[in-house]
């Protein structure tokens, strides 16, 4: 008999690393609501994104299209294909995050950052995640698409609806904003791929509607698949780490006292935030034939969840995990997942977090909660604060 663990409990919510704990003890468990198995060690992680023919990524999409919900454009992204269909289309999107297009785009992230941090400044006082964290990776994914700065705010809407799908609606209030959310991203990448192909530009949107693989182009519903994935992706992976980063720093001043003391050491601090508390907590695969995880035989037909939070948690992977150490090599870490679907905005990621917090801790010696108690999201997918009052005392 499995142990089960309710991710959508108050308790499960404030901190999920002691039940992780429990879960790797026992190497597989269930996971409520939804009934998947929970596959929380670090080997049979890494083992399982290694075998795509048994553990198929289109559980990813199992898991976004519940029967309440049902099948939409949105939700069918590259995350959820399995070779030889992902290999094709990754290629188109990867060209997008190649070093020389980050070192291209690195001035616009400074200015962006000099500019929101600057107003953080001068206030002295702010809700981090929508008044720092939103504004920056929106501006920064907003660039690479080349949408409407005026829609930000609506694309952060669009992304927690996203992320809010669950295998079972919550009430009828968050089913309705779920089903908002899909349709308004899906009508407003419908017209700008339309916008695009009338008129195309050197933009991703643009390269990404003339491109062609083996003759064949991407179809509209890919096309809007892919600027869905790109647009939840790049603001939630970023804002959840550059919230989760501040509130680490407010509590524990002593690592903002080496950071501002050495600059070098951030690019270590965000490796090992991201393996300590990374955004992306969990990824569902689908078992397409009769297998075995941990011990257990599990059939055909199953869906489980790769716990990656754990899995960089596993003691037999990194020692002492449960230490917050900027010394240690983090790597091995799958925050960003691992082989054929490691995420592709990994890099851009690290750099804006680099360039944010490195400017962060120049402007400020000490962070302090306005409001000590957390409220966290959390689905099987992802993890982070939704709101984090924080006053900035300047250096």
């Known amino acids: 008999m499995l142990s089960s663990f309710n991710f959508d409990s108050p308790d499960y919510k404030a901190d999920p690393f002691p039940y992780y704990a429990r879960m790797r003890e026992e190497g597989l468990s269930r996971l409520e609501p939804g009934g998947f198995l929970a596959v929380s060690r670090h080997a049979d992680v890494v083992a399982i994104f290694r075998d795509p023919d048994v553990f198929k990524a289109s559980g990813l999409r199992r898991s976004l299209e519940p029967a309440w919900l049902g099948p939409h454009p949105c939700t069918k992204t590259m995350h959820s294909l399995d070779p030889p269909e992902h290999t094709k289309k ?8 190649t070093p020389s297009v980050l070192e291209r785009t690195a001035p616009l992230l400074r200015a962006l950052v000099d500019s929101v941090v600057g107003c953080f400044a001068a206030r002295g006082e702010v809700e981090f995640v929508t008044e720092v964290a939103t504004p920056l990776t929106a501006g920064a994914i907003g660039h690479f698409l080349s949408l409407d700065p005026r829609l930000h705010a609506k694309c952060k809407e669009w992304s927690d609806g996203y992320l809010s799908i669950t295998p079972a609606p919550r009430s009828p209030q968050h089913e309705a904003t779920v089903r908002t959310a899909l349709d308004e991203m899906q009508r407003y990448f419908t017209s700008v791929i339309e916008e695009r192909r009338r008129s195309p530009g050197d933009d ?10 083996d003759g064949e182009r991407l179809t509209e519903p890919e096309l809007v698949g892919f600027l869905a994935m790109l647009l939840v992706g790049g603001m939630e992976t970023t804002a959840n780490m550059l919230s989760r980063s501040m509130l680490m720093l407010a509590e524990r001043p002593d690592l903002l006292d080496r950071l501002r003391a050495d600059p070098a050491l951030v ?13 992306s907590h969990g990824m569902p695969r689908f078992v397409a034939r009769d297998t075995e995880i941990a011990g257990h035989a599990v059939p055909a037909g199953t869906s489980v969840v790769l716990m990656l939070a754990s899995a960089n948690r596993d003691p037999l992977q990194f020692p002492a995990p449960d230490v917050f150490d900027m010394t240690r090599d983090t790597r091995g870490m799958v925050s960003f997942g691992h082989g054929i679907h ?16 490195g400017e ?21 997918i992802v993890r982070g604060p939704t709101r984090l009052k924080l006053r900035g005392v300047l250096a």
């Open 204 to 213: 991703l949107v643009s390269g990404l509607a003339r491109a062609e693989i």
């Open 360 to 380: 962060l801790c120049t402007r400020f010696r000490r962070f302090e909660l306005v409001e000590p108690t957390i409220e966290w999201t959390h689905t099987v």
């Open 267 to 279: 690019p270590a601090f965000v490796n090992e935030m991201l393996r300590y508390d990374p955004s």
């Open 342 to 357: 490691a995420c592709i905005g990994m890099a851009l990621t690290k750099l804006q977090a680099r360039l944010a917090l």
């Open 90 to 97: 990754r290629s188109l999107v990867s060209t997008a995050f």
